[in-house]
């Protein structure tokens, strides 16, 4: 049976730790569908292909040569064959991202390759349009938020606990500045599908979104 579970919302809501657990705890595959961004932003970056040059980095979506690797510590990111795991999650290339993710011809280059993800085995699919463009019509979706403050505090417990500095106020501008362009976009802006779960979890630990999130599911099967 192919069940999708749809998970969007803004960055740093707890959406990827939330996915992760739901994976594990159904043994559906995992889409990470940021990555896919992320790494064509990397890509563009390493090719020196300016981010406005909308038909140079669809052409670079559509040729991208990556790979998911399932390791004991989480999923390894490949891209050409080198390890891009942690390059990926970089706060410039998080930027980039959403730079590269408005522009519609890179949407259209990335969208079969989503799709291809939910091959017949179940799918935890994590993004911005999961649930209202790439898999319109997924047995159940969530829609997980958090104030913009509560998020900018846990990227920076993130970042201090792999022993990176952190300046909140600059991660909660950016978040900021993130947000508005995923919202405002024309191409797939990211709003909840109409009937997407919303779940804030600001005053949530991730073990009781996670609860939460799995009592929903064993209700719809
Ligand atoms: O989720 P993550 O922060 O890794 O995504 C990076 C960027 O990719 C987001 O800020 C967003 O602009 C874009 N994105 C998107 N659609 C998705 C997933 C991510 O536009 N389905």
Redesign the pocket.
Known sequence: MNTIITV?GP??AG??TLCQLLAKATGYALL???????LT?LAAIKAEVALTDVQALAKLAAGLDIAFNAAEQGVTVLLAGKDVTRE??EEAV??A??????LQPV?DALLMR?RAFADGSGLVA?????GTV?FPSAAVKFFLTASAEERAKRRVLQLESVGQKADERQILTDIEA?DK??RE?AS?P?VPAADAILLDSTKMTIDQVFEYAMATIKKAA
Not at 32 to 38: H, K, N
Not at 97 to 102: E, F, I, K, L, Y
Not at 126 to 130: A, L, N
């Open positions: 969007d960055s740093g959406k990827g990470d569908s940021g990555a896919l961004y992320r932003a990926i999650r998080g930027m991202a959403s730079q590269v993710a408005a949407r989503q994590d993004g911005r349009d999961m790439v993130r362009r995923d976009r797939s990211l």
